[in-house]
């Protein structure tokens, strides 16, 4: 039967509404509208006839620039587009992955692996942190006290790590030398040491292999020196949601013994670093929601949903929760997602659906907002004993 568009259309259509009797409901409101979609000029039309995307994936990724990635169950990574499928990647393990965006880069996590996707590479999200220098004491002729040793990772694309530091203390006549360490493959050892109690420390030099480095006595230098705290920077930790805040990373980890999440922001600009002693967030209840917008981050928990703004103030907007797999973006940049309440976007936050309609999502959620001859549509597919599919309108109150 081919596609029609009904022939009559609602002036101020309300949208659906199933909390009061219909009895006492207008002709401008629906109870059920199955099977028809309003478009944005206020028609009813059919509903589009579900088509076959791809099969055999195990995950899939829809950007905000209207791509979509696929990842097989070999690791291969895909591009999926109108000019057909393209292999992007190989050995992409460790998926179904939870996904998000910084820039042109796009950033997956699982339990086990994590991956950066550049628009001219696949790498491992994120840098290892290097083992210390282990520091033998020998003659020579260093000032006499306290000597701070770091070494650190250089990958040959240029992205550098972190790690922690160690000290070594010297008399007169004495010298040190710095034993390294082989670097992973595909990595350089920086090495970093401070002058006799000194706080600030200076690049020695860049090495490859496991060798012994003498550490130079007085004279004139020209290094560039860096503070401690700047190099003691740590990988990405495993979590099981990732998102973006402002221009850093945040990955949340459970805490189940006390019934919080806690978040890691990445170093701003740098979202292969994360300063885990210093740079996160406590937030009560299981995270589910991480939608993020230009003035900072709607928090949505399984208890409460929260603005977190990037001067770190804290809001809370809503004492119902949010769930998990429903976060959508549109083309304007809005974020959309579902909660125990019905639709929600941000920012400004708003409740599109709350005050009309009731239900009880359960189970695995996914959500997409597409645009469909020239409307836009947000769909939520909720997975349960008896299965769902929740579908509205991105700018009003719309059918189901």
């Not at 509404?17 to 629906?30: A, F, G, K, T």
């Not at 393209?86 to 393990?93: E, L, T």
């Not at 922001?265 to 937030?283: A, K, M, Q």
């Amino acid at each position: 039967m081919a596609e029609q568009t009904a022939l009559f259309s609602l002036r101020d259509f309300k949208g659906l509404n199933n909390r009061l009797d219909p009895l006492y409901l207008s002709p401008d409101w629906q109870t059920e509208a199955t099977g028809v979609l309003l478009d944005n000029s206020r028609f009813f039309v059919n509903q589009m006839v579900e088509s076959e995307l791809a099969t055999g994936y195990v995950d899939l990724y829809g950007t905000r620039d209207g791509r979509a990635l696929a990842i097989d169950a070999s690791g291969n990574l895909y591009d999926l587009d109108s000019f057909g499928i393209r292999v992007r990647a190989s050995d992409v393990v460790g998926g179904p992955f939870t996904w998000t965006e910084l820039g042109t880069a796009i950033f997956c996590m699982s339990a086990t692996h994590a991956w950066a996707i550049y628009p001219d590479r696949v790498v491992p999200w994120g840098v290892p942190d290097a083992a210390p220098p282990s520091i033998s004491i020998l003659n020579g002729n260093l000032f006499p006290g306290t000597y701070r040793f770091t070494c650190v990772l250089e990958h040959t694309d240029g992205r550098v790590g972190g790690g922690l530091s160690v000290t070594a203390t010297v008399t007169s006549g004495q010298g040190l030398v710095a034993l390294l360490t082989e670097p992973p493959v595909g990595y350089q050892t920086r090495l970093y040491v401070s002058a006799a109690d000194g706080d600030a420390l200076r690049l020695l030099g860049t090495y490859s292999g496991s060798l012994a480095v003498p550490i130079p006595g007085p004279g004139p230098t020209a290094y560039t020196t860096v503070l401690l705290d700047e190099l003691v920077c740590f990988p990405p930790p495993r979590g099981y949601l990732i998102g973006r805040f402002g221009n850093r990373l945040v990955v949340a980890q459970r805490e189940v013994d006390r019934d919080e999440t806690t978040l890691y922001f990445s170093r701003p600009d740098y979202p292969h670093l994360f300063d885990l002693l210093n740079e996160f967030v406590t937030v009560p209840g299981t995270v589910n929601v991480l939608a993020d917008f230009d003035g900072g981050c709607v928090v949505g928990t399984d208890q409460a949903l929260y603005r977190y703004g990037l001067d770190r103030s804290i809001t809370k907007l809503a004492e119902y929760g949010s769930i998990f797999g429903s976060l959508a973006y549109d083309r304007n940049g809005m974020t959309y997602f579902w909660s125990e309440r019905g639709l929600c976007r941000a920012e400004p936050f708003q409740n599109l659906t709350e005050a009309h309609v009731i239900f009880a999502p359960s189970g695995e959620t996914s959500a997409t907002v597409f645009h469909w001859r020239g409307s836009d549509y947000y769909l939520c597919s909720t997975s349960n004993s008896l299965e769902s599919v929740y579908g509205y309108r991105t700018f009003d109150q719309a059918a189901k």
